[in-house]
């Protein structure tokens, strides 16, 4: 099956910092997403990008669905402690996949100190 | 303005004691999901109702069902809960299947099996 290679799978940053973590396929995907997940919470929706090259921003934070469709990164810029969470990335393989179902990278672990 | 419900936030049961975990949703959405996490883990989708049509992932045990009486509601059912099954349950709604950017989650629900 689809497998999606997500780094770093922690760090540990200084507020105000900037923060990257990137996700890797060996095959092609649609759509790219990005989540964040509190503890003890569902996944909410940061970023969705459809095309390959596409640069999306949300307040302080950018994602890029690269070139080749494999890979995707996510920056946040000057980090604050809220920033702290899991991070997903999630695809959608070219054509569909199976019944649309989402692949999902393993995570990263964001920790800000103050 | 809660907009996918899990109810309850945390369940606690026996082994072996048939549970059920509740969703609804207010979006209207054709498409609702069932992932199972674990611990330092992403999402695993366990099934999905597009609509009436259920369907099931090939590698989710029988012990868990699903029922969707009506557009709002979704169920998942644990028959005979073992420790392993001891997890956040995730609700999820899209538009429909391909809508993947549409796919909001719900706060789950931690499942503990004593």
């Known amino acids: 099956g689809q497998q999606l290679n997500q780094s770093p799978q922690s760090m540990f940053i200084q507020e105000g910092e900037d923060v990257s973590m990137n996700c890797t396929s060996s095959?092609?995907?649609?759509?790219w997403l990005w989540y964040k997940q509190d503890p003890g919470e569902g996944p909410v929706l940061l970023i969705a990008l459809y095309k390959a090259g596409e640069l999306t921003s949300n307040g302080r934070l950018t994602a890029q669905f690269g070139i080749t469709r494999k890979d995707s990164f996510l920056n946040i810029s000057a980090s604050i402690p809220s920033d702290v969470g899991i991070y997903f990335c999630a695809g959608l393989p070219l054509g569909g996949g199976s019944n649309y179902k989402l692949t999902f990278g393993k995570g990263t672990l964001l920790t800000v100190n103050p | 303005d809660a907009m996918v419900i899990q109810n309850p936030r945390y369940q606690v049961t026996q082994f072996g004691k048939p549970v059920t975990l509740s969703c609804s949703q207010t979006l209207n959405h054709n498409v609702m999901y069932w992932y199972q996490q674990k611990s330092s883990q992403a999402p695993k989708l366990l099934f999905h109702y597009y609509d009436k049509d259920f369907n099931n992932e090939a590698d989710t045990p029988d012990n868990f069902q699903s029922r969707r009486p009506n557009t709002s509601f979704c169920f998942l059912d644990i028959r005979s809960p073992g420790l392993g099954d001891a997890a956040m349950y995730l609700c999820?709604?899209?538009?429909?299947?391909?809508?993947?950017?549409?796919?909001?989650f719900g706060p789950g629900t931690r499942l503990t099996v004593l």
């Open positions: 999820a709604t899209s538009r429909d299947p391909s809508s993947v950017d549409t796919q909001y």
């Open positions: 095959s092609i995907f649609n759509t």
